[in-house]
Structures are given as C-alpha cells and as structure tokens.
T-cell receptor, first 117, second 107 residues
Framework: DVKVTQSSRYLVKRTGEKVFLECVQD?????MFWYRQDPGLGLRLIYF???????EKGDIPEGYSVSREKKERFSLILESASTNQTSMYLC????????????????FGSGTRLTVV | KNEVEQSPQNLTAQEGEFITINCSYS?????LHWLQQHPGGGIVSLFM???GKKKHGRLIATINIQEKHSSLHITASHPRDSAVYIC?????????FGTGTSLTVIP
C-alpha cells in the first residue's frame, strides 16, 4: 500500500514560532501537495510540487513556504506562525494510474492538526 | 468561484435510511473521485469513476459526464458511515475539492 506519512498528528505552537510540517511518501510519486482544511471551506491548496526542487503556489500560499529537496519529502513551513493558521493540514501525493491517460490516483496523509496560541 | 459544488453540507439520517450526496463540477475532467474522511482526519479514497456506476458494498457512485454531475448513495445506512464525504474533480494533475458533506447516522 502507498503510504503518505505526516510527522505529527497534533501540534501546538506559539505565535511567531517557525513551524515545520513534514510529509513523506514511499512510492516515488512525482506530485505532492499541501492543503489546509477548515470548516465550511473544505480543502484549499497551499502549495504543490511536480518534482524535486520545484514548487508552485496554490490558492492560499501567503504565510507559507515549502521545500522539496528529495522526491519523497515535501515540507510545509510557517515562517512566523499566526493564530489564523490554526487548522488541519493535509499532505497528499498523486500518481498516474497504470494503463490510463489523465487518470490520477491520490493518497492522503492522516493530517496534522495545528493549533497556534 | 467553486469548481466543485456539493450538497447537502450537513446530513443527519436514521440508521437504515437511504442517503444521497450530490456533486456538480464545472471543470473538464475525465474522472471524479469520492473520498471519505473520518473524525481524526485521515482521508481514504472510495471511488474513482469516469462513467456509469460503481458499487462497493453498500456504497454506490454514479456519474453523468455530459451533465457534470455525480451522486454518492449509501444504502441501509449505519452509524459507522458517519463521516465527511468529499468529491474531488481532477483537472490535469491537480484536484478541485467540494467542501464536503458531513453525514451523521443516528442509531
């Protein structure tokens, strides 16, 4: 089974701290994504990456940065955490499905619930 | 602008009821995904479908590509079906997500 592993399930940080959320996938997927999920707003894309050292802004990149130094690891960085970044953060990777054209499978991590106080 | 619209946002049902969740999308896609998220956060993929209907146990998903509409049905609902159900429309290798339907099944 493909696994996407997020390093922490629950995290509490103080305002102004630098926060690292780590995501690792074990199936050599090229595409990786970071989302945040808030009640009533659903999943919103923060950043994504198509390959090592490549990154693209999603819909809500402000206040975040990312790092992809190795294919299997995609890190989300909150440079200076703020209370409005309290949320559930989900990492995912996607892969083209064998024998199909433009059909992608998608695997999520179990999420990190971040609280900024 | 929401590329994917889901309804209803919240749904409460009695155990045994037949449940329908709807999803409409505006992006051009070749397949649509239904996801399930249980309390605690983890998301699992239920279905990926590009035409017609798929069935897995008590879950049935249908899609009409021409009308850009999909439905997820749960027959003989059970409290363990309580979760958030999310439809996701891939466009290229990105996904657009509905806001989710929070389902509570009461014993």
């Amino acid at each position: 089974d493909v696994k996407v592993t997020q390093s922490s399930r629950y995290l509490v940080k103080r305002t102004g701290e630098k926060v690292f959320l780590e995501c690792v996938q074990d199936m050599d997927h090229e595409n990786m994504f970071w989302y945040r999920q808030d009640p009533g707003l659903g999943l919103r894309l923060i950043y994504f990456s198509y390959d090592v050292k490549m990154k693209e802004k999603g819909d809500i990149p402000e206040g975040y940065s990312v790092s992809r130094e190795k294919k299997e690891r995609f890190s989300l960085i909150l440079e200076s955490a703020s209370t409005n970044q309290t949320s559930m953060y989900l990492c995912a990777s996607s892969f083209p499905l064998y024998g199909t054209v433009n059909h992608y499978g998608y695997t999520f991590g179990s999420g990190t619930r971040l609280t900024v106080v | 602008k929401n590329e994917v619209e889901q309804s209803p946002q919240n749904l409460t049902a009695q155990e045994g009821e037949f449940i329908t969740i709807n999803c409409s999308y505006s992006v051009g896609i070749s397949a649509l995904h239904w996801l399930q998220q249980h309390p605690g956060g983890g998301i699992v993929s239920l279905f990926m479908l590009s035409s017609g209907k798929k069935k897995h146990g008590r879950l049935i998903a249908t899609i009409n590509i021409q009308e850009k509409h999909s439905s997820l049905h749960i027959t003989a609902s059970h409290p363990r079906d309580s979760a958030v159900y999310i439809c996701a429309a891939p466009s290229g290798n990105q996904f657009y997500f509905g806001t989710g339907t929070s389902l509570t099944v009461i014993p």
